[in-house]
């Protein structure tokens, strides 16, 4: 399943939970969004955005409660959501000793993909760094690494796309590149987008609040 087919995307959490100590992690969160569009995962620092976006992923498993994804219909269940979920996290890291190019092509070698350069070279544009493709990583900016992870999570035209604070590191250009993609990909997909930046909230549709913090009790 790709963005190209313009699938019918539903995701749903019912109370869905995330504990990493007693006072720790995710509260138990309810709603329900169907694409096309943008939702903003707000809360305070510690609230669990991050935590939230790796359980619609499928790499966390929850404490408690669920989150379901449906595409036309369909429940994919956490261990496929690899094919048709993109995550941008600053967790994602790379062979800093390959090149731009070389670190999405290993990917998209791994994926699977059929038409591997033709990918790489798509996302690469998406996210201005078609003229970097042969730059080692290690010479990057940490803006650039930023447009990098992008990239990865654009190269199998994924139906939904997770953002966490995506605008990190990012300059006014990088910032435009970031409004470009959740602007194409919201009018055809659905975008989780976790941030506690306005600029990045003034992109969505509609909201997801989380309550609680670092320190607050569960």
Do not use: W
Request: glycine share 10%; with cysteine; hydrophobic share 40%.
């Amino acid at each position: 399943m790709s963005l190209a087919e313009n699938a019918d995307i539903v995701l749903e959490a019912r109370n869905v939970e995330h504990r990493f100590a007693p006072s720790r992690g995710l509260n138990p969160a309810t709603f329900s969004h169907r694409g096309p569009g943008c939702v903003a995962v707000l809360g305070p620092n510690g609230a669990g955005k991050s935590t939230l976006l790796r359980i619609v992923a499928g790499l966390l498993r929850p404490s408690s409660g669920s989150v379901e994804l449906l595409l036309d219909g369909r429940a994919v269940p956490p261990p496929e959501r690899r094919r048709v979920v993109g995550f941008v996290s600053e967790a994602l890291s790379f062979y800093d000793e390959l090149t731009v190019g070389e670190n999405l092509a290993f990917v998209a070698e791994a994926r699977g993909m059929s038409d591997r350069s033709t990918g790489v070279r798509d996302a690469l544009s998406q996210v201005g760094l078609l003229d970097r493709s042969d730059d080692r990583v290690a010479s990057l900016s940490s803006g650039m690494k930023q447009r990098l992870r992008l990239a990865f999570a654009l190269l199998h035209r994924p139906p939904l796309l997770l953002l966490d604070e995506p605008g990190s590191h990012l300059d006014v250009a990088g910032r435009a590149v970031t409004e470009a993609i959740v602007a194409g990909h919201r009018a055809r997909g659905l975008v989780l987008l976790a941030t506690n930046d306005e600029r990045e909230t003034a992109l969505a549709d509609s909201r997801v609040e989380l309550h609680g913090g670092l320190g607050d009790p569960a």
